[in-house]
């Protein structure tokens, strides 16, 4: 059955009511939590750029919720560090995280001043992080000459059971690759024959795992205040790649959006005021397969949509949902 889960955003909200965003989900029946992981937002009016990893140990133990997050290794991230990072948690809260594995953004990466490679080149980097991570957390010691360096790193914290390393893929190409290493798939709302051509390659492929998907959204008690939430704060978001994965700072991304209109967000967002329209979007995915579905609302404030979702939403779901 599918779960539903909860999407913490941490480009757009405060890690301090982000947490309590979190608590108040699990409440209104919620059955599990996923976060962003940048330094940068996309858009200076989203304004946020809180640690993930920080914040992970408090969600998780704040709640019961098992917790995924999305990760670029190779840069900004050294693998041995994200090893550690996943291993400790998984000590701390066994069963109840994943990490999803990316090849990263350069609004997130061109910290720390090294170059921004290519697609494929990051890609080749990933795979490398994929199995110096995976190496650690069986609690091997690792040394690597390659696209990243490892000099004889070893976890001496390992979790009884290493949490699943989830591929994170928005191409057919990406998720065809992706069933080479990874234990799931994750990817992000779209067309429903682009996911299902998704679904279809990873699995055909020999993809293992779970699927999961982040589906975005806008709600509110009127339709034109959930189309000013949504132009508001993800029309700096509509960009595919390579747009997407090369602007460097939120400046850029504001001024690339300068001309995006309400019904260009309306495009990569669900923007609707009607909640069964809503549960009706969000069976679709389920039909295509999907084990977890994250419900990501776009708007600052999180609490109306929680409840309104917990309240009417969930339970419409409830016959495909993990609580049935």
Known sequence: MTVFGFHASHEQVHPRALLDAAVKAERAGFHAAMCSDHF???????????????????????????????????????????????????????DRFWVALGSGEASNEHITGEKWPRKDARNARLRECVDVIRA?????????????TVDRARLWTLPETPPPLIGAAVSVETARWCAEWA???????????????????????????KLALQVHLSWARDEETARHLAHDQWRSNVFGPPMAWDLELAEHFDAAAKHVSAD??????????????????????????FDEIYLHHVGQHQDDFIAAFGESVLPELAEVGSWS
Do not use: C
């Open 40 to 94: 940068s937002p996309w858009s200076a009016r989203q304004g946020h750029s809180g640690f993930a990893w920080s914040w992970l140990g408090a969600a998780l133990q704040a709640t019961t919720l098992p917790f995924g997050v999305v990760n670029a290794p190779g840069q900004r991230y050294h693998p041995a560090i994200v090893a550690q990072a996943v291993g400790t948690l998984g000590a701390m809260f066994p």
């Open 136 to 148: 650690l957390l069986a609690g091997d010691e690792v040394s690597h000459d390659g696209l990243v």
């Open 183 to 209: 234990d799931g798939l994750i990817t992000v709302g779209g067309p429903v024959e682009h996911l299902r051509r998704m679904v279809g390659t990873y699995r055909d492929a020999g993809g293992r795992g």
């Open 264 to 289: 260009d967000v309306a495009k990569v967002v669900h923007v609707s005021a009607d909640l069964g329209r809503h549960a009706e979007w969000l069976r679709s995915y389920v039909d295509l397969g």
